[in-house]
């Protein structure tokens, strides 16, 4: 963890989340390649707030896995059916979810989602 001092900091004043490629490491495809970039600055920025003040710290590019396991194929296949299952409901039905979403601050795409999936772990 690097914490970032004001001579480290980019043009803005607050710089969060990811900033240009990943320093030393490159990629290649048809027809075009790819070393990385060699900004010193370049990162992922967070900004921290601690009780006496707030720092800026850079870390270092992470790549998510892709296990692509069983489990994580089936439910992926429960998240897309319950997208299709949205897109099939009637408007009046769309409607009844959105009011009843804005109790809770969200949209009613997301209140079928949160019931579809809900309901599909409790069968597993």
């Known amino acids: 963890m690097v914490v970032v001092e004001s ?3 980019l043009l803005s004043f607050e710089t969060t989340k990811k900033f240009g490629l990943p320093n030393f490491y490159g990629g290649a495809w ?3 390649s790819d070393f990385g970039d060699d900004i010193e600055q370049s ?3 967070q900004k921290r707030h601690y009780s006496d003040n707030t720092v800026f710290v850079r870390m270092r590019h992470m790549w998510p896995k892709n296990p692509q396991t069983i489990s994580q194929q089936s439910w992926r296949q429960i998240f897309a059916n319950g997208v299709e299952a949205w897109q099939n ?3 009046e039905e769309k409607r009844v979810y959105n009011n009843e979403a804005r109790k809770y ?4 795409f997301n209140l079928f989602l949160r019931e579809w999936l809900n309901y599909h772990k409790t069968l597993l």
């Open 7 to 9: 001579k480290d900091r």
């Open 89 to 91: 409901l009637t408007e």
């Open 105 to 108: 601050q969200f949209e009613g």
């Open 30 to 32: 048809f027809g075009a």
């Open 43 to 45: 990162g992922v920025y």
